[in-house]
């Protein structure tokens, strides 16, 4: 009996360790975003700003592709450029009918992304957190899950 405790004492604490990694924040609805949510994930980065007619246009293919690669292994989160927070952020969301998640805190420092000098990019980082592409300009959802397929075929 004491083995069998042990054991599960260590597993415990093994799940404890596993679930330490730092959260992303809060979404644009003010919901805490998880390390476990995105970590382990393929995630699609897109930055966008409510002046920037392209970002404006490509929303609708984001939607597409979150709702397309959904249990897939693959995240899409926005990320507004002018750092909008709070009910700023809930608003301009809402204005450009953006249905995934956007991220209060820019992931930028913690993925170590390039900075961003033209809107709208778009970043593909992989399931360890490294960056595998950078794509400048207006995306689209077929173009995107080709780029994934691609690069998840490398074995990474």
Excluded: K
């Excluded at 246009?57 to 899409?76: D, F, K, P, T």
Aim: negative net charge; charged residues 20%; hydrophobic residues 45%.
């Amino acid at each position: 009996m004491g083995r069998r405790v042990g054991i599960v004492l260590a597993l415990v604490a093994g799940l404890m360790l596993t679930g330490c990694s730092e959260d992303w924040g809060v979404d644009q609805h003010g919901r805490p975003v998880t390390a476990e949510q995105l970590e382990g994930q393929w995630l699609v980065i897109n930055y966008w700003a409510e002046w920037c007619s392209p970002c404006r246009s490509e929303i609708a293919q984001l939607n597409a592709l979150a709702e397309q690669q959904q249990g897939r292994g693959v995240r899409v989160v926005g990320v507004n450029f002018d750092g909008l927070q709070g009910a700023e952020l809930a608003r301009a969301s809402e204005a450009l009918g953006i249905r995934f998640g956007v991220l209060a805190v820019d992931p930028a420092e913690r993925l170590q992304l390039p900075p961003g000098e033209v809107l709208p990019v778009t970043y593909i980082v992989d399931t360890r957190g490294r960056l595998r592409e950078r794509l400048l300009g207006e995306q689209t959802a077929a173009g995107l899950a080709a780029r994934l397929q691609a690069l998840r075929g490398e074995g990474s």
